[in-house]
């Protein structure tokens, strides 16, 4: 059996997650990472340089399911959570190749467990079972993922309405400054405060990446309400006691419960795309797309100034963002 030494140890993985503010859920992916290390020390059937390429996709994958659904154990993974990872790495803009092989490295450590509670599905069955589902490349259009006006209104008012304040602004800082759920989980007051001193919001997003996005005059007024209760040096939303991965899990969790009640006629989203938290920030490309479209620009610089303001540094991005 060749080396290994691309195996973390526990203490490498401890360390990569503290230092890595991608991750919110520390805990739950040092725990994966752990199982997971236990299965590549004795995997087979494929080449060891394989197993490493596949190490480093399945490392990713649990960042994911970590942060996003909480998960304990490699025996419990299942076909939603592939779907999910999938669309959210064709979000990031990666290419069909990469997606296909990160479902080779998922389906190949999932063969590996001896005791798996749930089969997963191949690729032409997760069509059959998820209409949102595709493999097809998507750099050069997307599918259509937007709330609209209505459905992001009254989940605010929902939020609002039961007394969930905190939860109403995460929301409306996805919509009003295309934030990702995360990136809004990270801000603090100090943040808040440049952000009305300067008026530029500054966020730091994934990889580290920093970007500069324009404070909406709506959001100055939320920034202000979310700094009342809050101390110098804390976060906006993440209490002293709290987890970052707990905060993001309730944000989710009302937009999955509440996003039916509000489900207006004329969405536009294909059959079987809900709303979800990221939906906002598709509605927020959208409407920076057309405002610089109706301000003369060229499609493709538009394209590129929204993917900046999203995160991003290709205009190609932003199509997938405006579903088109």
């Known amino acids: 059996m060749g080396k290994r030494g691309w195996i973390k140890t526990p203490e490498e993985v401890k360390h990569f997650a503290k230092e890595n503010d991608d991750i919110s859920n520390k805990g739950a992916y040092c725990n994966l990472m752990n199982q997971l290390n236990k299965i590549a020390k004795h995997a087979k059937g494929i080449s060891i340089t394989s197993q490493r390429q ?8 649990l960042r994911y399911v970590a942060d996003h659904y909480n998960l304990k154990s490699l025996a419990n993974i299942q076909d939603k959570h592939l779907v999910s990872y999938v669309i ?3 979000n990031e803009g990666k290419s069909a190749a990469t997606v296909k092989q990160d479902l080779a490295a998922i389906r190949y450590f999932h063969n590996q467990l001896p005791k798996a509670r749930y089969t997963l599905s191949d690729n032409e069955r997760l069509k059959e079972k998820f209409p949102e589902f595709s493999l097809e490349k998507r750099s050069f259009g997307g599918i259509n993922r937007r709330c609209t006006e209505a459905e992001y209104q009254a989940l605010v008012n929902i939020a609002h309405s039961k007394g969930y304040e905190d939860t109403a602004r995460m929301i409306q800082l996805m919509r009003e400054q295309g934030l990702r759920i995360h990136e809004v989980t ?3 007051r100090a943040d808040a405060e440049k952000a009305l001193r300067d008026g ?3 966020v730091k997003g994934k990889g580290g990446l920093v970007r500069e996005v324009p404070l909406r005059d709506v959001s100055r007024s939320i920034l202000r309400d979310a700094m009342r209760n809050v101390d110098r040096g804390q976060k906006l939303f993440v209490k002293p006691h709290e987890k970052a991965h707990i905060v993001i899990q309730r944000v989710q969790d009302f937009v999955k419960n509440h996003r039916d009640k509000v489900l207006d006629p ?4 294909p059959n079987g795309v809900h709303i979800t938290c990221h939906s906002f920030r598709h509605a927020y ?3 920076e797309y057309d405002r610089r479209i109706a301000a003369g620009m060229t499609e493709k610089e538009a394209r590129y100034e929204v993917s900046e303001l999203i995160g991003h540094s290709r205009d190609d991005v932003t199509r997938i963002y405006l579903g088109e």
């Not at 596949?54 to 994958?61: L, P």
């Not at 004329?266 to 989203?269: A, K, L, N």
């Open 54 to 61: 596949y190490y480093n996709h399945m490392d990713k994958f």
């Open 88 to 90: 959210e790495r064709q």
């Open 186 to 188: 990270r801000l603090s």
């Open 200 to 202: 530029f919001l500054t």
């Open 266 to 269: 004329f969405h536009g989203r």
């Open 285 to 287: 490309a959208k409407e």
